[in-house]
């Protein structure tokens, strides 16, 4: 497998789960690997303390990272948390909290890390199958991932010509804590019954073993950047191959149908 060596790295949401080992893999293969994470450690060198829901926070952190590597050859949005409970009933500052950080945060830090990119750069936003079909009762976090794969197409096409690419990656349930992470809202009302109950019964009972196991996740990402070309869109997990394939034909209504009921 064709490997990137002597690159150097951005990785937010660094500090746990999938963005940390792929941090490691990465460091591994001869990177210099740059994390940020909200509440990680903070060495001024390879790991920065970095709310991506903030600008300035953002700015100034691209503007050390800057002085110290003068280039970002690789940045990978990764940073994000999952959200579950009806829209109806979830506070709306929780809307702001999941909107911030997993959708403006890619907006700011691609911003702000573009000054440092030059031609055969590329951006990787790490986005969801949600993007494409969502599940009931996580709906902002669907619509978060679908927000973050629109900005990477016009991103597409707002960088053509510049060699510096874009790309959504999309992936399933991989084996990782993330889901154990998610901010969880179970209050009901009497118009949905016991169906949110029965949504968060559904992901619970998924084992571990039926997701894509880490080291198949990490090793994807790492062929998707270093490709000669970068398309705008890549799904990572064979059954989400398959399962984008039936969201380009199927109606819309008849999918949402299947998969209300699959909760079920």
């Known amino acids: 497998m064709k490997k990137l060596t002597g690159k150097v790295i951005v990785i937010t949401g660094g500090s746990k789960g999938f963005g940390r080992a792929l941090a490691d893999i990465w460091a591994q293969d001869g990177n210099t690997v740059i994390t940020l994470s909200r509440s990680g450690e903070d060495n001024g060198k390879a790991r920065f303390r970095c709310d991506v829901s903030d600008a300035e926070s953002v700015q100034t952190v691209f503007k050390k990272i800057g002085l110290l590597y003068k280039k ?35 907006v700011y830090c691609t911003k702000y890390a573009l000054p440092y990119m030059e031609r055969g750069s590329r951006i990787l936003n790490i986005s969801s199958m949600s993007a494409f079909i969502p599940m009931p009762f996580r709906t902002m976090y669907s619509a978060t991932k679908s927000a973050v794969n629109g900005f990477t197409y016009g991103m597409t096409m707002e960088l053509a010509g510049t060699g ?6 999309c992936l399933g ?15 009901t009302a009497p118009r949905y019954g016991n ?39 890549y799904i990572v997990g064979l059954k989400y191959r398959v399962a984008y394939a039936l969201h380009k034909i199927l109606p819309v ?6 998969v209300e009921k699959a909760m079920r």
């Open 72 to 106: 970002i050859d690789i940045l990978v949005n990764n940073a994000g948390f999952g959200q579950s409970g009806a829209v109806e009933i979830i506070e709306d500052k929780q809307f702001a909290y999941i909107t911030n950080t997993n959708f403006l945060g890619v």
């Open 253 to 258: 209504k008849l999918l949402l149908t299947l």
């Open 173 to 187: 349930d991989i084996q990782t804590e993330f889901a154990l992470r998610r901010q969880t809202f179970s209050k």
């Open 164 to 169: 510096i690419e874009t790309a959504a990656v």
């Open 195 to 233: 169906r949110i109950e029965e949504v968060d019964a559904f992901v619970a009972a998924r084992p571990m073993s039926k997701k894509i196991p880490l080291n198949k996740a990490l090793d994807r990402v790492r062929r998707i950047a270093a490709k000669r070309k970068l398309y705008p869109v």
